[in-house]
């Protein structure tokens, strides 16, 4: 199918990037090969110069991995996908493509653990150095400049606190500075935010979670604008080397089929659950974009189209609750990611975090009885009643 601007998301989750392939099956085949054949010396030649369509070797362009980074690029609205084996090798790709020794980059306090990871302990020993801000607060990211700032980075809604950068306001801050804005849309996927029309420069997936969804593949996206982007990008994926395998290009390709209406489910269950949390009294606190009560409420409506599966809440007990309620549910499964089918808890103090000191957790406001949950597509009433069933034990 053509995979035009003008269809809508619903369409494109089900079509966006699928080719008609020789034996007109409606689902194109998996080209499980690592390497492509030329025809004769000179075609090899001209394959190799670009001046020929074909594939050589499948580090460097797979039919199977090229349809869905079409899919993807299609659904954000920008110009090529880039397939990753992991997010953080989407991650990893970006900040080798645009971060040079000398360089400093403006990141989020509130990105994934190991993106803050790879620029302290990895990216500072190439001499690239960070600041860490706080995405709501444009006065912190604006005294955060400096005159080597190439890259500003943001991933909105935060976690597992969910702040949210206003996109908008980010993309000028970066465009004044002369430098880019990279959107980790991880927690939001392509249906409920569109960083491109905002003013990102580069998006990346985490596909691992909401794209794919069946919690059953590790893979990442980049998407660039331009082909000027794209270009660069590809030159270092190729180098860097953490490209998608066929297989599991497929596997998210075909969890994309049904992303517009998971999400929407995710987000309907979310906003009931959310509500349901609000008005108990075991909990101290609930943290849902969808709720007016949280602070950035406004924000959200203006640059998201729904507010998400994920919801964090804090109870009143401390730690030794969160411990019990992970015991107490027997529906929710414990365990970290997000973005799947089925309901996912975790309480980072005891779990994700537990090794940190108590003192930094509070620091990155993960209190002793914060709760995360990744709200699934199962009946929401049987997941409140699950949860429900578990806070009476506490
Ligand atoms: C999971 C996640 C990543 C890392 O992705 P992997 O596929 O696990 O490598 C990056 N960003 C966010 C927001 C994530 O949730």
Do not use: W
Not at 52 to 65: F, L
Not at 291 to 309: I, R, T
């Amino acid at each position: 199918m053509e995979t035009s601007k003008n269809y809508s998301d619903e369409t494109k989750s089900v079509h966006a990037g699928i080719k008609d392939n020789e034996n007109l099956a409606v689902i194109p085949p998996i080209y499980q090969t690592s390497t492509f054949k030329f025809k004769n010396a000179e075609h090899g030649a001209a394959v190799f110069k670009g001046e020929e369509p074909g594939y050589i070797y499948t580090r460097m362009g797979n039919p199977t991995v090229e349809a869905l980074e079409d899919a993807v690029a299609s659904l954000e609205n920008g110009h090529k996908g880039l397939a990753c084996s992991s997010g953080m090798a989407a991650i990893n790709t970006v900040f080798s493509a645009y971060l040079n020794s000398g360089d400093h980059i403006i990141c989020s306090e509130t990105v994934y653990g190991p993106t803050t990871a790879l620029l302290n302990d990895v990216y500072s020993g190439f001499g690239i150095e960070t600041t860490f801000v706080d995405i709501a607060s444009l006065e912190d990211i604006n005294s955060a400049v400096k005159p080597n700032t190439k890259m500003i980075y943001i991933e909105t809604p935060g976690n597992p606190t969910l702040v949210v950068a206003d996109l908008a306001a980010c993309s000028e801050i970066a465009r004044k500075i002369g430098a880019i804005l990279v959107v980790d849309n991880t927690f939001m996927s392509p249906i409920l935010q569109k960083p491109f029309k905002f003013g990102a420069d580069i998006i990346i997936h985490s596909m691992t979670k909401f794209l794919n969804g069946h919690a059953d593949v590790v893979a990442g996206m980049i998407i660039a604008k331009s082909e000027e982007d794209y270009k660069l990008l590809r030159k270092t994926l190729n180098l860097v080397g953490g490209f998608l395998a066929p297989m599991e290009a497929f596997l998210v390709h075909r969890g994309i089929k049904t992303l517009s209406v998971r999400m929407e489910i995710h987000c309907r269950n979310a906003m009931k659950i959310a509500e349901y949390l609000e008005n108990h009294q075991k909990v101290k606190k609930t943290i849902y974009l969808g709720l007016k009560s949280h602070p950035q409420h406004e924000l959200c409506k203006k640059q998201m189209k729904y507010f998400g599966g994920m919801i964090s809440f804090e109870l009143k007990g401390g730690i030794e609750s969160g411990k019990k309620l992970m015991n107490g549910v027997k529906l929710c499964q414990l365990a970290v990611s997000l973005g799947g089918v089925e309901s996912l808890i975790q309480h980072p103090a005891s779990m994700t975090h537990a090794i940190m000191s108590k003192e930094d957790r509070l620091k990155a406001q993960i209190t002793d009885g914060l709760v995360r949950i990744s709200v699934g597509i199962e009946n929401v009433d049987e997941i409140i009643a699950d949860i429900d069933q578990a806070l009476k034990m506490i």
